[in-house]
């Protein structure tokens, strides 16, 4: 079972970026999945998080109408679109997934990390 996070760079203020978590040896559709980041020298927090069963989605106050996560289970990935990305977006990206029907934004309910992308958000 592995998670890879990919899509992370260097985005302008005000710009865009798409994450994108992909799976391998497990089909994503089973997994609710969440989006964490962490900063240098601060607590990982959540960001974005998606049901398995019906697509709910919860996002922090924080990137709430910027960020949106969604699925494509044929391609067996779930993405993050940020917009009107902010200098405090930076931060390393995870995405994590859990057998479980719910949504879950504390990053202690998670039992599968990939390993991170970085996205710097500056001109």
């Known amino acids: 079972v592995q998670l890879q996070a990919s899509g992370g760079g260097l985005g302008q203020p005000g710009g865009s970026l798409r994450l994108s978590c992909t799976a391998s040896?497990?089909?994503?559709?089973?997994?609710?999945i969440g989006w964490f980041r962490q900063a240098p020298g601060k607590e990982r927090e959540g960001v974005s998080c998606?049901?398995?069963?019906?697509?709910?989605?919860y996002s922090a106050d924080s990137v709430r109408g910027r960020f949106t996560i969604s699925r494509d289970n044929a391609k067996n990935t779930v993405y993050l679109d940020m917009h009107n990305l902010k200098p405090e977006d930076t931060a390393v990206y995870y995405c994590?997934?859990?057998?479980?029907?719910?949504?879950?934004?504390?990053?202690?309910?998670?039992?599968?990390w990939g390993q991170g992308t970085l996205v710097t958000v500056s001109s």
């Open positions: 994590a997934a859990v057998d479980a029907p719910g949504w879950y934004f504390n990053w202690e309910e998670y039992d599968y």
């Open positions: 040896g497990f089909s994503l559709d089973y997994y609710a």
């Open positions: 998606i049901s398995r069963t019906d697509d709910r989605t």
